[in-house]
């Protein structure tokens, strides 16, 4: 059973479930003073201080009013940051979120707004977007960027969110495509959009993802190692390069897209010159062809899932695919070579007299002739043992 908290006088939450403890005293002019403290120990070491002053006949200074932080300007500050720390598509995501959460808490000051606010709102969001565990993460975790960047600038102490447990995320999804699945989808991207066909082989053949080959430039290939340089950002204690083997497929794609540009430029392009974003092409594909539950990032499980049905080392496949710990490559075990065989093989070598003929064969024993048997060969093994 929990221990019940003891009841101070004059020391209280505001708001409730913020963890702003606050403690209220008089002094000896019967004037009220309310002061906020922080903790609930710091509120009543206050407290007590306050109550010892006011009996040794001092009044305590005002309280020197701090300039009021409005939350906007944390969303600034974290804006800021991320300009200066992350790559351009990280940046616009962030903005994104920031400019939503803007007109929602804007103006509020910061010290008002709580974690039940902020969690409720969150929740809200989640129920109405169909939010998956992931995006819910990645906007709680802006959130508590904000504040983080805010606690680094001395602009606040808090970050309500600090504690609040992520979402479960499912990251075993392994939807490939199959051969066939390819042929058709490789057709119709060929009819309706050829200059987009390259860059979903080069996706499918070396598993990059999606922000990695935006970032592909022209002079990545090296010609002399038959491998291709991926830039990466995503996970901060990688290595920012990795490099990927190059099949004849992916090479004539990246040729195809390179036909043209300048060493260093930009690789995956759309007619225009930006940076390619397979969204309504790539669908508008899919659905033609008639292949569903499928992704752009899934050209990623594609590329693993082949890598480790042709017998590359689980190692090797993460070292390609950058994962950041093997098990995330473990997804796709189930899919190396002779898998299953191999373990029915073992299993049945405890069996080496088995045959299904022999089993078809053999006629049911009752309970009673079956335990006489048994109990017999126990019996003449034990008096072998003896003789021995």
Request: aromatic share 8%; charged share 30%.
């Amino acid at each position: 059973m929990a221990r019940k908290e003891q009841h101070y006088k004059g020391v209280y939450e505001y708001p409730r479930d913020s963890g702003i403890w606050w403690a209220e005293h008089y002094d000896i002019n019967g004037v009220r003073h309310r002061e906020k403290a922080g903790a609930r120990s710091n509120a009543i070491k206050l407290k007590n201080t306050r109550e010892r002053e006011k009996l040794e006949g001092k009044v305590p200074a005002p309280a020197e009013r701090k300039e009021k932080i409005l939350f906007r300007e944390l969303i600034e500050d974290a804006q800021a940051h991320a300009e200066s720390e992350n790559d351009s598509a990280h940046v616009r995501q962030l903005k994104f979120k920031f400019d939503t959460l803007l007109p929602v808490f804007g103006l509020r000051e910061v010290e008002e707004i709580t974690r039940a606010e902020l969690v409720g709102w969150l929740d809200k969001q989640k129920k109405k977007r169909k939010w998956t565990a992931a995006t819910y993460n990645r906007w709680q975790a802006a959130l508590s960027l904000i504040f983080r960047v805010g606690n680094a600038n001395e602009k606040t102490e808090r970050n309500p969110l600090r504690g609040v447990r992520r979402k479960h995320e499912d990251n075993g999804r392994c939807r490939y495509l199959s051969i066939e699945e390819e042929k058709e989808l490789t057709r119709v991207l060929a009819e309706d959009w050829p200059d987009y066909l390259p860059a979903f082989l080069l996706s499918i053949h070396t598993g990059m993802r999606s922000s990695e080959q935006k970032r592909s430039l022209v002079g990545d290939y090296n010609p002399d190692s038959g491998m291709l340089t991926v830039h990466q950002k995503k996970d901060r204690n990688a290595p920012k390069v990795r490099y990927v083997p190059m099949t004849p497929i992916a090479l004539e794609a990246y040729n195809k897209m390179a036909e043209g540009k300048k060493r260093g430029a930009l690789l995956c392009v759309n007619s225009r010159g930006d940076a390619l974003r397979a969204r309504h092409w790539f669908e508008e594909s899919l659905a033609k062809a008639k292949i569903l539950d499928y992704r752009w990032h899934d050209n990623r499980h594609t590329a693993c899932s082949r890598w480790v049905m042709g017998g590359v080392p689980l190692a090797e496949v993460s070292k390609y695919a950058g994962h950041a710990t093997i098990q995330m490559t473990m997804r796709y075990s189930h899919l190396m070579p002779g898998q299953a065989s191999r373990a029915n093989d073992k299993m049945m070598s405890f069996y080496p007299e088995w045959s299904i003929e022999a089993g078809q064969k053999k006629a049911p024993q009752s309970e009673t002739a079956t335990a006489t048997k048994t109990a017999t060969g126990t019996s003449e093994k034990m008096g072998d043992s003896a003789s021995r």
